[in-house]
């Protein structure tokens, strides 16, 4: 079964609003988990590492004032798009570590913004 | 800076055919390399993890090889069947459980 709870799986708001999408693990704590963004055909982009009881780690060219994330448990991380643009629609997909095992993702949210 | 080139980009099989799906890494500095499936507008599904030690792993059909001194790995999918199509995508781990994903291989495979 699922490891990795991923909410909403899909949401549609207007410009200007901010969604917040939820990663959950299940039956395991995760201190770090991962977020991802998907264009249309293309690949995953890591946008940053989120880290439990600290600041998330941000990849270059992701602004982090636009996307907020919070890990404030071990089986919780959040990933806020503020004041969404239609560009932000997206694919958005977590991940999160469990020791001695690989990566397990969530079903990833498809956010349209219009 | 690592990057993850998959080729072919799309490839169309009829049914019951051996296939080979190709992925290339420039960096060959990795932890690790897996093997995932996505179906349309839906998550991951891991298929094979193959750790940088490892040459080659198998699940069922699935048979996964690793080169990581040349930079390759690649996914021999047997016997396939139109349950099979999805897009398939490869991944390296370079660090710190940091994922670097290859293009995608949009696999459809014909009843």
């Known amino acids: 079964g699922a490891v990795v709870s991923q909410h909403p799986s899909r949401v549609i708001c207007k410009s200007g609003t901010s969604v917040k999408i939820e990663c959950r693990s299940l039956?395991?704590?995760?201190?770090?988990m991962f977020w991802y963004r998907q264009f249309p055909k293309k690949s995953l982009m890591l946008m940053a590492t989120s880290n439990e009881g600290s600041k998330a780690t941000y990849e270059q060219g992701v602004e982090k004032d636009k996307f907020l994330i919070n890990h404030a448990s071990l089986t919780l991380s959040t990933l806020t798009v503020t004041s969404a643009h239609p560009e932000d629609s997206s694919f958005y997909i977590c991940?999160?570590?469990?020791?001695?095992?690989?990566?397990?993702f969530g079903n990833g949210t498809r956010l349209t913004v219009t | 800076k690592q990057e993850v080139t998959q080729i072919p980009a799309a490839l169309s099989v009829p049914e019951g055919e051996n296939l080979v799906l190709n992925c290339s890494f420039t960096?060959?500095?990795?932890?690790?390399l897996q093997w995932f499936r996505q179906d349309p507008g839906k998550g991951l599904t891991s298929l094979l993890l193959i750790q940088s030690s490892q040459r080659e792993q198998t699940s069922g059909r699935l048979n996964a090889s690793l080169d990581k001194s040349s930079g390759r790995s690649t996914l021999y999918i047997a016997a396939s069947q139109p349950g099979d199509s999805a897009t398939y995508l490869c991944?390296?781990?370079?660090?710190?459980?940091?994922?670097?994903f290859g293009t995608g291989t949009r696999l459809k495979v014909l009843a």
């Open positions: 991944a390296v781990r370079v660090r710190t459980y940091k994922y670097i």
């Open positions: 039956d395991f704590q995760a201190t770090t």
């Open positions: 960096d060959s500095a990795i932890y690790n």
């Open positions: 991940s999160a570590r469990r020791i001695d095992s690989p990566l397990h």
